[in-house]
């Protein structure tokens, strides 16, 4: 199993990015996007389940991200718009099959993509 991130990339604030994770070698019923930023824990940012309700985001990027997949494609999505400075953090992909309660933890996924740096100035 492979997850490819791309898009990434500095951007002025206000501005938008679409990040994109191509999957091969296996479907995934969940997917879901993670950051990390200097000096901190990596943190959710938002998920989409197949078969279920949500999509799911973090309160932060809510308004502002939209999450999508495309499932005949195994491919998934992050449009983030009116970007902040606070949105810059290297960006990952992570695929699985997590417990709806599990959904925004990095323990419920179990293949990870390699990550993107988004940098947001200001």
């Known amino acids: 199993v492979q997850l490819q991130a791309s898009g990434g990339g500095l951007v002025q604030a206000g501005g938008s990015l679409r990040l994109t994770c191509a999957a091969s070698g296996g479907t995934f019923r969940s997917f879901g996007w993670f950051r990390q930023a200097p000096g901190k824990e990596r943190e959710f940012v938002a998920a989409?389940?197949?078969?279920?309700?949500?999509?799911y985001y973090t309160d932060s990027v809510k308004g502002r991200f939209t999450i999508s997949r495309d499932n005949a494609k195994n491919t998934l999505y992050l449009e983030m718009n009116s970007l902040k400075p606070e949105d810059t953090a290297v960006y990952y992909c992570?695929?699985?099959?997590?417990?709806?309660?599990?959904?925004?933890?990095?323990?419920?996924?179990?293949?990870w993509g390699q990550g993107t740096q988004v940098t947001v100035s200001s």
């Open positions: 989409v389940v197949r078969y279920s309700s949500g999509p």
């Open positions: 992570a695929a699985g099959d997590p417990i709806i309660s599990y959904v925004r933890a990095s323990e419920g996924y179990k293949y």
